[in-house]
C-alpha cells in the first residue's frame, strides 16, 4: 500500500503543477533582484573603500528565500491547523532566548546566533503568529464573543508586544499587534463587544501612552520628536527624515540613472541598504520608477486577498488575509517613514531591504498563498 500512497502523492503533485500562480511568484522575485541592484548602488564603494558585500548576502538569502517558498508551496496547508500552536509556541520561546541570550545591534537586542550565521526571530515570528492566529480564528464561531476575543487579544497580541517591546523592538511590536488586530476585524467582532473595545482604548490611551514615554528609550523618543519636527535639530535627530526627503525629491520624475545617485554611497544617507533603501531606488529611477514598484506590490497584496476569497476553507482564508495585511502594513510604514509621513521604527521593505531573516520569511509567505491558491480546486482531482 505504501508505494500506491506514494503514487498518488506525486500525481497529486503534478496535477498542482498546472495550478501554480506564476504571477505570485515571479513577482517577488523581480523585486527582490530590484532591491539586490538598489543595494549594490548604496554600498558601492568609494575611492579607497573596500567593497562591502551586502548585495551577495542578499543574493544568497534569495535563493534560500526560492527554495524556501517552493518546499512551502508543496505540503496541503491544512495541516497546519494541527500544529498552529506548536509552531506559535515555538517562535515565541525564540522571542524569549532572543530576550535573554540574544545579541545586541542597532540599539536593541533582537538577534539569535547560531555558530556564524544570524538570524532575527521577531520577523520569523511574523508567519507563525499568522498561523496560530489562522488556526485558532477557524475554530471559532463568528462574530467573536468576550471569552475567544480576550484569549486572542492576550495570548496572540499582548505577550509578543511585551516580549518585543522590552528587548526593545517597538516598532515590530506596534505591527504585529496592528496584524492581529486587523485579522480579527476581518473574522469580525460581536458589536457590543466592540464599542466597549473602542471605548476602553479612548478611556485608557492617555495613560498607557503616558506609561510607554517614560519607558521608552531615548533614542525611540527622538524618533518621535523627530516626526513630529524634523527640523527641530536637521544635524540631530531629525537628520535621517530631512536626508531621506531630499534623497527622494532628487530623483524628480525620471531618476539621476542607475548607479547615479550620490546620497547613498557618498554615505549622506543612513542605513541606506535597509530602512531607507527606498530613497536610493527612488534617487535613481525617480517618480515614475517608485510608481512602477508601488504597481508590483500592489499585484501581490491584491493577489493576496484575491487568493483570500477564492480559498476552499475558512483557516485559508484567513491565512491569506493576514499575509496580504501584513505585507501591506510594512510596505505602507517603510515608506511612510522614508517620505516623512511616519516616525521611523526600523521596519524593512518587503523583498527590498537587505536582511535575510525578513526574505526567507517573506518568500514563506508567498509560498503559503501559493499553497492556497493552488488546492482551491483540490476536490475536482
Known amino acids: 500500500m505504501k508505494p500506491i500512497r506514494v503514487l498518488k502523492k506525486l500525481k497529486g503533485l503534478l496535477l498542482l503543477k498546472d495550478k501554480f500562480d506564476w504571477m505570485i511568484v515571479l513577482i517577488p522575485v523581480i523585486i527582490t533582484v530590484l532591491g539586490i541592484m538598489t543595494i549594490y548602488s548604496a554600498t558601492r564603494p568609494i575611492i579607497g573603500v573596500k567593497h562591502p558585500a551586502f548585495y551577495i548576502r542578499q543574493t544568497i538569502w534569495l535563493i534560500i528565500g526560492i527554495v524556501s517558498m517552493a518546499a512551502v508551496s508543496l505540503f496541503d496547508y491544512r495541516r497546519l491547523i494541527k500544529l498552529s500552536y506548536f509552531i506559535y509556541i515555538f517562535a515565541l520561546i525564540l522571542l524569549l532566548l532572543t530576550l535573554v541570550v540574544g545579541h545586541a545591534g542597532m540599539g536593541a537586542q533582537r538577534w539569535l546566533r547560531i555558530g556564524p550565521i544570524g538570524f532575527q526571530p521577531s520577523e520569523f515570528f511574523r508567519i507563525c503568529l499568522l498561523i496560530a492566529i489562522a488556526g485558532y480564528l477557524s475554530r471559532q464561531i463568528s462574530p467573536l464573543r468576550s471569552i475567544p476575543f480576550v484569549v486572542l487579544i492576550g495570548v496572540f497580541g499582548v505577550l509578543p508586544f511585551l516580549i518585543l517591546y522590552l528587548q526593545p523592538d517597538l516598532g515590530s511590536a506596534i505591527l504585529i499587534l496592528s496584524m492581529v488586530v486587523a ?42 520628536v523627530a516626526f513630529i519636527n524634523p527640523k527641530v535639530d536637521p544635524k540631530g535627530i531629525g537628520y535621517q527624515i530631512e536626508q531621506s526627503k531630499v534623497t527622494i525629491g532628487s530623483g524628480r520624475l525620471f531618476g539621476k540613472g542607475y548607479l547615479k545617485g550620490t546620497q547613498g554611497p557618498l554615505r549622506f ?8 533603501v527606498f530613497a536610493v531606488f527612488a534617487e535613481e529611477w525617480g517618480f515614475f ?19 483570500a476569497l477564492y480559498a476552499k476553507d475558512d483557516f485559508g482564508f484567513l491565512l491569506a488575509t493576514g499575509i496580504s495585511i501584513m505585507f501591506l502594513i510594512y510596505l505602507s510604514v517603510n515608506i511612510g517613514m522614508a517620505m516623512g509621513l511616519m516616525p521611523v521604527v526600523g521596519v524593512p521593505l518587503p523583498f527590498f531591504s537587505y536582511g535575510g531573516t525578513a526574505l526567507v520569511t517573506n518568500f514563506i509567505g508567498i509560498g503559503l498563498l501559493n499553497n492556497i491558491r493552488m488546492r482551491r480546486y483540490e476536490l475536482f482531482y
Open 183 to 224: 485579522v480579527t476585524l476581518i473574522k469580525g467582532i460581536n458589536r457590543r463587544l466592540l464599542v466597549t473595545s473602542v471605548v476602553v482604548i479612548i478611556v485608557t490611551a492617555p495613560f498607557l501612552g503616558n506609561v510607554l514615554w517614560k519607558e521608552m528609550k531615548q533614542y525611540q523618543k527622538n524618533r518621535l
Open 289 to 307: 520608477g517608485s510608481v512602477i514598484l508601488l504597481a508590483l506590490y500592489a499585484l501581490i497584496i491584491l493577489r493576496g486577498f484575491e487568493t
Open 269 to 276: 544617507l543612513p542605513e541606506k541598504h535597509t530602512d531607507f
